[in-house]
């Protein structure tokens, strides 16, 4: 489990966290979110010891990270794939790993085919593309068998194959009874792969708490609406209160239920062609939540 205890970071007079506390526990994929500076790299390299807190602790089954020997035996961690020597070949690169962890031999084999690397472990790194720096910064990871993950943007530069594979490669940690972190951009990936969510913005919490949970208290559900006479039932249904906006001849309302827009379309003899509800998403609810939280955003198209 990864405690996070009101950590907080300043460069000078910037704060990159601010008072930050959660807990990841063991038997999940949690994913790490927040806008661009919201401060998930910072608290990703104090997890892991290689900056110090200005204030505030973090620890990693109640204890720091740095006072454990043999690291990788207790974490795996990727945080960046192209942190390599790439004069090295991808068996060379883990077993410098290995050896600096008293980890056992075999595992470089083990972990190089898991990862999809066996046939070119014997290629220099400078040789790789970025999909394959990524598996076999993942690798890396997975070298010393760590009850603890981390990795941050992990899916960057991976085909559709390598994606598919590493939604597998979570889940099946996480049922292994591991704690799995995951900071990513991608929401339709969090989607997929997440089932609990630490969301921070300007270095501090949004929210803590289940995938399903965070996206039913963003935006609220809307209902998706055809009918060939849009505007009798724009009328109609802003008359009663909801909130309507056409696009290519579909009508997304907001405000009232599928139930009562067919009742109402039918009393009035309306014609519909389709009428169903359409859940928040992750990122409409992630958008809405971490609005105040964004220091640069782009103008609305007009």
């Known amino acids: 489990m990864i405690e996070v205890n009101e950590l907080t970071k300043r460069y000078g007079g910037t704060t990159a966290v601010d008072g930050l506390s959660f807990c990841v526990r063991p038997g999940h994929v949690t994913g790490f979110l927040g806008p661009n500076g919201a401060g998930k790299s910072t608290t990703l390299r104090i997890v892991l010891g290689l900056n110090d ?3 505030g602790s973090v620890t990693i ?3 720091r990270f740095r006072d454990r020997p043999r690291g990788l035996r207790h974490v795996g961690a990727l ?3 192209h942190d390599v020597h790439g004069g090295r070949t991808a068996a060379a690169h883990l077993s410098v790993l290995a050896r600096a962890n008293r980890i056992p031999r075999r595992r470089v084999d083990e972990v190089l ?3 999809g690397l066996a046939g070119v472990r014997r290629r220099r790194i400078s040789g790789f593309s970025l999909g394959m720096k990524q ?4 690798a890396a990871a997975l070298l010393g068998d760590p009850p603890v993950l981390l990795f941050d943007e992990p899916l960057n530069g991976l085909d559709p194959e390598g994606v598919k594979w590493l939604r597998g490669l979570f889940r099946r ?5 591991r704690t ?10 969090m989607e997929n792969t997440a089932d609990q969510l630490v969301v921070i913005g300007r270095g501090s919490l949004i929210a803590a708490e289940s995938l399903a949970g965070f996206a ?3 935006t609220r559900p809307s209902v998706t609406v055809r009918t060939p006479d849009t505007t009798a039932l724009t009328g109609l249904l802003t008359g009663e209160g909801a909130r309507v906006r056409q696009e290519a001849g579909t009508l997304t309302v907001t405000g009232l239920s599928a139930d009562r827009i067919g009742e109402l379309a039918l009393r009035q003899r309306v014609l519909l062609t389709e009428l169903s509800t359409r859940a928040a998403s992750l990122e409409e609810a992630f958008m809405e939540l971490t609005a105040d939280s964004v220091d640069h955003a782009a103008g609305e198209a007009r």
């Open 180 to 189: 799995v972190l995951v900071s990513s951009h991608l929401m339709s990936e």
């Open 53 to 55: 807190p200005t204030g």
């Open 216 to 218: 039913a208290r963003g």
């Open 113 to 115: 085919e898991e990862a």
């Open 61 to 63: 089954d109640g204890h």
């Open 135 to 138: 598996r076999l910064g993942i």
């Open 173 to 177: 940690l996480a049922g292994e009874g």
């Open 79 to 81: 945080l960046d794939a």
